[in-house]
């Protein structure tokens, strides 16, 4: 990994499950549990059928909630609530990771298929409250999710970046087809590589990888 390939990066983009932290914190099994439950709840279904049906809402529509949205019409902002309700304990505050990300030129941002609120606490659990200039959820995309282009158009829109100067660090390959084509450079955080043509560059460990921007 070059440097110098990210010289002309001025907007620093940052997904935040399994980005911002380990994958290893587990923290949305957590969001997944209360995730199967309302669908049951809502749909009135058993397990086996909701799991099938998250299943179903995640390769067609791109996340549960979008499914829920198009198929039943269920009302977002509730349903965002009640799933990201959830216990912080297995975060721990990552000072290194903080210091790395401040130090990053120009603007840093996070875009989050989660909801705004949800993103700031897992922010401050993991030390890194007021790093970023924005913080967007999927409610500041009209509740589209990622990978849809048109969430990427709405979100990036509102912030006024650039994305021929903009970089994309995310965990889930299929979430980096659009920032690609937009001309980003894209940063797929993960313990495996992805094979794909619009995943330029792979880490299994952010804060490294972002080091080796800075030295």
């Not at 897992?122 to 924005?134: E, I, K, N, P, Q």
């Amino acid at each position: 990994m070059s440097r110098d390939a990210f010289s002309h990066v001025t907007t620093w983009v940052f997904d935040l499950d399994n980005t911002l932290y380990p994958p290893q914190a587990r923290l949305f099994d957590l969001i997944e549990v209360r995730m199967t439950a309302w669908v049951m709840r809502s749909i009135g279904v058993d397990r086996a059928e909701a799991d099938r049906l998250r299943l179903h809402y995640w390769q067609t529509h791109g996340t549960t909630l979008a499914g829920l949205m198009r198929e039943h019409g269920v009302d977002p902002e509730p349903y965002l609530a009640d799933v990201h309700d959830i216990s912080m304990d297995s975060l721990t505050p990552d000072p290194l990771l903080a210091a790395r990300i401040r130090a990053l030129p120009g603007r840093r941002i996070v875009y989050t298929n989660g909801c705004a609120p949800y993103a700031e606490r897992v922010l401050a659990a993991r030390g890194l409250t007021g790093l970023f200039d924005a913080i967007y959820g999927v409610e500041h995309a009209g509740f589209l999710p990622k990978p849809e282009r048109a969430a990427f158009d709405a979100v990036f829109t509102q912030d006024g970046l650039d994305p021929l100067r903009a970089a994309m660090f995310e965990d889930e390959p299929r979430n980096l087809a659009v920032p690609h084509d937009l001309g980003m450079r894209t940063v797929h955080v993960a313990p495996m590589r992805a094979d794909a043509p619009h995943v330029q560059y792979h880490t299994d460990d952010l804060s490294s990888f972002l080091y080796k921007l800075l030295i």
